[in-house]
């Protein structure tokens, strides 16, 4: 037997001196983890360890600009359980029986809730207010109600595209509903528990209550009559002309606040499931769209700004004019004569706006495309707003420069282009457009007040009156006659822009139609556009599918409003003659114009073709001697090659006149009561096959 | 040469005692949430447990009791049944296959874990026969080599089933042993550098073992997978601060912490009973280490020596390791806690280890 020799004995106390080490390391360690950072690691264990039960917040109301509702949140209660203390008072039979008669549910399963090794139940979710109150009144131990609550908009369709939508888990997804939600949805609460790895609960569980922070109110500038009118005059166009789409916007120029705004397809935000998705698109604010004619105060406003133009400035109109080789023709390749500024404006002659922006100059005509705001967003408190597409200043050419002028090349908004109306309208201060008026706290208080964000002046007062008194023209004589309100001065500018092909090019048969204006003239309270995304039938020009709707929403809003009438001086109404517009629709262009001019009126033509479809203003109207009557032709061919026919407008014929009307046409009438027509069905603009009958209601004179 | 018969090591039987109950106490309230739910018996693994520790304070006792230099011959024989069942545990139908690993052998009543037998065999029989040839190990080829082919057979036979940990362990043990028992450092090192390299080799063609390294360096980057265990044990020991929540009041062993009651018994210790009862644990660790190395130091013979300084050795450099997997300071390699981790076997075959130690206690004598 060997005893155990030195060299061996050396390496056993070196191995135990390595392992001293190794255990005072560890001590080291686990005093590391445990007492230094041991705060922190049971912190983030616990949140391993806790599931939440969310307390949802309720959201605020939104209100129109006079304090009406137009979302709301109703509450509902949910009825919930504490097992602990329903075992703690040795009630869990008598709370069963109870609760199994107030809430109509079997009174076994809610012993078995009751009853359950956890620290919170849910027994009923969303009950009535009948129920909650009864529970209230019963009181029984740990039993508890929970306010839940679900967004409604007790108005349906109105202002939908404005206020958006909510979703299921009560967060705002559209609208302003969406734009502010984090001012709307307040901040949740939630109970939390903690829960085994299985999500089941561990006996005795750390709670934590977190109550729920109710969303803030916010009243908008919606003026809900206003909004209600417009809609109105919105829905009779999409069921008269059944468009692909429309929008119309309603705005203070001096405030830069939105009175209306709606879009057409509409939804119902209580139930938008049920709608398409594309009807949630909300065209004033999402689609650019290439304006037309109504650019044409842009070019207007800054070629009077610049001196580049004087009122005074003759123009005259060829019919076309060539541009870098190339040729653009007026509206119908028609010569406009000689006229005045006024006249290039009240004619839209392109022409004029050409040579008005070629004088003008690129550099020029894109400080006033940027000073009006159009290629940037106008910063409205709506989701998803699109900026435009504008030509690049450093790409553009003469040839852009000139359709610019006359509204092509660019595609701007709805909104965008009524901002830019405003600016004309309130003496050339660019206001941001705005929706947001006020923020009210949950407990009634006024957190905030949106006052009017001047963004810039771009105009001169003197320029933008006077751009204003030429507008009014328009209406006056000119392409927006359709648009004139009895007793109010309005200005305004019609649009009607052929569609862009998406390949490309311009497509034959789709126009947008638009009316943009506003009313006083001399103090303009509201700007309103329409805007019309291709219309069905003939015509399809701004001042005969748009004007009317404008008309219609600014003469009730103004009336609700309470604008004061302009009184016409009795000199100026005695000292003109007046004839009554003679009826020339149906007949050969040549014979109208001569039936016309026989009586002393004016002419003007729009479109091709050779017979009368339309005329502005309608037969028998008094208008003054010497003025305009606008009259629509439509092309022989496409009435008749396609074997389809455009119904015209029966109203107020005598029966003998609609049958020959409608033989004319190759049409059949099937008349009903006497006197003069007052209805007809399809409604006039309907295309419809030739040899169709037509029924016509006709009502004797009172 | 008769040796004069003292009393055994009172301390280092006491330590073991002391561990082995804190060993019942923590798998009962480590696994009751989870035996309740599987097996509807909250004391199922601590019965069993309870069972083996008596078994094991038996063969503790009756070794305690014997004279170690009589049990030489016993090594040999002991190692060659351990091989044949490592053997026998790889064959079909005589091997429990478990989570994707065959490491035990059906007894009906219970399981036998033949590396757990291997483990004690190996350290006796490389303490009797390195005794025997003392400065032969010197010379690399004929001292050496035949323990390093034994070892390297041994660690096969039990990668193959396969079981990482334990062939570490072995690994380690006797690698130390043959350190402590004379071989040349020179050797040694080169081995150390040759065995890195074999780690290495394992790591690299079992991809697992790869996807567990790198887990390790960062597992708050594998939170949900790889470093989920090494999360969760943090959590424990975090939970715990100075003085834990409480003999029972454990939050994580309710199913986030896998192996709770076995290799990842310690964070659940940690998190009940605090830095106070972590630091008690390592004491007794550290008190059996020392009494241990001490029997070593005292032995009257080599034979002794080695012995005692092997189990030791064997014991802590296991505990240590556990200790550093679950802190987050090495890699997952799946080792139990000696005596206080569930594991019938491990359990009974080191408290016979700690026979053999207190055996050899009662021959010391001071020089
Ligand atoms: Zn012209």
């Known amino acids: 037997m060997k005893t155990t020799g030195l060299e061996i004995r050396k390496r056993i106390a070196t191995l135990f001196f390595i392992f001293v080490v190794v255990i005072c390391l560890l001590a080291g360690r686990f005093f590391w983890l445990q007492v230094v950072r041991g705060d922190e690691l049971a912190e983030r264990a616990l949140d391993n360890r806790m599931r939440d039960i969310t307390l949802k917040a309720k959201r605020g109301t939104i209100y129109d600009r006079n304090g009406r509702e137009l979302a709301i949140s109703v509450s509902t209660d949910s009825v919930y359980a504490v097992p602990a203390q329903i075992r703690k008072a040795k009630k869990e039979r008598e709370v069963a029986q109870k609760l199994a008669e107030v809430l109509q549910m079997d009174e076994k399963e809610i012993y078995d809730r009751i009853t359950r090794q956890v620290s919170f139940v849910w027994i009923k979710r969303q009950v009535d207010l009948e129920t909650s109150r009864k529970l209230r009144e019963l009181d029984l131990e740990g039993i508890g109600l929970l306010e839940e ?8 369709t109105l202002a939908s595209h404005v206020l958006g939508i909510s979703g299921i888990d009560n967060t705002g997804l559209d609208g302003v509903d969406l734009y502010y939600d984090q001012l709307i949805g307040g901040t949740d609460g939630k109970i939390v528990i903690e829960h085994d790895a299985f999500g089941r609960e561990i006996p005795e569980a750390t709670h934590r209550y977190i109550p729920p922070i109710d969303g803030s109110s916010v009243v908008l500038t919606i003026d809900e009559t206003i909004q209600y009118i417009l809609e109105r005059e919105l829905d009779k166009v999409m069921e008269q002309r059944q468009p692909k789409a429309a929008c119309g916007i309603v705005m203070d120029p001096k405030t830069g606040e939105i009175l209306a705004l709606a879009s057409r397809p509409n939804f119902d935000p209580n139930r938008y499931n049920d709608y398409p ?33 004087k009122v005074s400035d003759r123009f005259h109109c060829p019919g076309s004019i060539k541009v870098s080789n190339r040729s653009i023709s007026c509206a119908g390749g028609t010569s406009h004569g000689s006229m005045d500024f ?3 404006v009240e004619n839209s002659c392109n022409v004029g706006f050409i040579n008005i922006g070629l004088k003008l100059g690129l550099e020029k005509y894109y400080r006033y495309l940027n000073a009006f705001g159009f290629g940037q967003k106008t910063g409205i408190d709506l989701p998803g707003e699109a900026k435009g597409i504008i030509v690049p ?5 003469q040839i852009d420069l000139a359709t610019m002028s006359f509204g092509q090349a660019n595609a701007v908004t709805p909104i965008q282009l009524i901002a830019a109306a405003s600016t004309i309208a309130n003496g050339g201060t660019y206001m941001k457009p705005h929706l947001l008026k006020q923020v009210i706290a949950p407990d009634g208080k006024i957190k905030e007040t949106i006052t009017p964000t001047k963004v810039r002046q771009v105009l001169s007062k003197e320029t933008a009156k006077e751009l204003c008194l030429i507008l009014e023209g328009v209406v006056k004589n000119g392409s927006g006659r359709n648009a004139q309100i009895e007793g109010y001065r309005v200005a305004g500018k019609t649009g009607t822009a052929q569609k862009i092909a998406p390949g490309g090019g311009y497509m034959a048969n789709e126009y947008v139609a638009s009316f943009l204006g506003f009313a006083p003239a001399d103090d303009p309270r509201l700007v309103c556009l329409i805007v019309i995304d291709a219309p069905k039938g003939y015509p399809y020009y701004g001042g005969w599918v748009a004007a009317p709707v404008f008309r219609e929403v600014m003469a009730d809003s103004l009336r609700y409003l309470g604008v004061p009438r302009t009184e016409i001086s009795k000199e100026e109404s005695n000292q003109k003659k007046t004839v009554a517009v003679p009826d020339v629709i149906n007949l050969p262009l040549d014979e109208a114009v001569q039936t016309l001019r026989k009586v002393g009126l004016k002419v003007e033509v729009q479109g091709d073709g050779n017979l009368v479809w339309g005329q502005v203003p309608k037969a028998n109207t008094r208008v003054e001697q010497n003025s305009r009557v606008i009259v629509y032709l439509s092309p022989v061919e496409e009435q008749q090659g396609s074997g389809q026919v455009t119904l015209p407008d029966l109203e107020g014929k005598s029966m003998k006149e609609v049958a020959r009307i409608l033989s004319q046409l190759g049409l059949h009438l099937s008349p009903d009561g006497h006197g003069l027509a007052y209805k007809q069905s399809p409604a006039a603009g309907t295309r419809v096959p030739v040899g169709s009958t037509i029924k016509v209601s006709f009502q004797p004179l009172e | 040469m008769r040796l004069k018969q003292g009393p055994p090591d009172l301390m280092l039987f006491l330590v073991v005692v002391l561990l082995v109950c804190i060993g019942l106490i923590m798998i009962f309230s480590a696994s009751a949430v989870t035996s309740d739910v599987k097996y509807q018996d909250a004391f199922f693994f601590v019965k069993r447990q309870l069972i083996w520790a008596v078994f094991g304070l038996t063969a503790m006792l009756v070794l305690m009791k014997m004279n170690y230099q009589k049990l030489r011959e016993l090594g040999v024989a002991g190692l060659i049944l351990a091989l044949i069942c490592l053997v026998a545990v790889l064959l079909p139908g005589i091997g429990m296959d478990v989570k994707g690993a065959v490491r035990q052998i059906d007894l009906g009543f219970t399981s036998f874990t033949p590396s757990e037998l291997t483990k004690l065999c190996l350290v006796f029989f490389f303490a009797s026969s390195l005794s025997l040839n003392y400065g032969k190990i010197k010379s ?33 043990t006797a690698y130390l042993m043959l350190v402590m028992a004379g071989a040349r450092i020179s050797h040694m090192l080169i081995l150390a550098l040759l065995g890195v390299g074999l780690v290495c080799l394992a790591i690299y063609l079992e991809p ?5 390294f790198i887990a390790f360096l960062d597992p708050w980057k594998y939170a949900s997978d790889e470093g989920f265990q090494t999360i969760q044990s943090l959590y424990a020991i975090g939970s715990g601060g100075l003085f834990g929540m409480g003999l029972g009041q454990s939050r994580q062993k309710f199913f986030y912490l896998p192996e709770q009651h076995t290799d990842f018994i310690f964070a659940i210790l940690g998190e009940e009973l605090g830095y106070l009862g972590v630091f008690v644990v390592l004491t007794l660790l550290f008190i059996f280490a020392w009494r241990g190395f001490q029997i070593a130091l005292k032995a009257p013979d080599i034979f002794g020596s080695l012995l005692a300084a092997g189990i030791t050795t064997m014991i802590t450099a296991q505990a240590s390791i556990n200790l550093g997997v679950v802190s987050g300071s090495l890699p997952v390699t799946g080792i139990p806690l000696p005596f206080i981790s569930y ?13 053999l130690l207190l055996s050899v206690s009662r021959y010391t004598h001071d020089r």
């Open chain 1, 393 to 397: 200043q450093s790409r553009a050419t």
């Open chain 2, 208 to 212: 697992y073992r790869m996807v567990r």
């Open chain 1, 277 to 309: 998705a594309d009807n949630r698109r909300n065209f004033a604010v999402h689609n650019a769209y290439e304006p037309g004619s109504t650019m044409k105060i842009v070019t207007a406003a800054a070629a009077m700004e610049e001196d580049t133009v």
């Open chain 1, 342 to 344: 006024a006249g290039v």
């Open chain 1, 149 to 156: 609550s679900r967004r409604f908009y007790p108005k349906g």
């Open chain 2, 343 to 355: 594991g019938g076997s491990s359990l009974m075959f080191t408290m016979a280890g700690v026979g």
């Open chain 2, 140 to 172: 690399f080829v004929q001292g050496l080599l035949p323990y390093l082919v034994l070892i390297g057979v041994v660690c096969g036979l039990i990668m193959l089933q396969p079981d990482l940990g334990t062939a570490l362990i072995i690994a380690v």
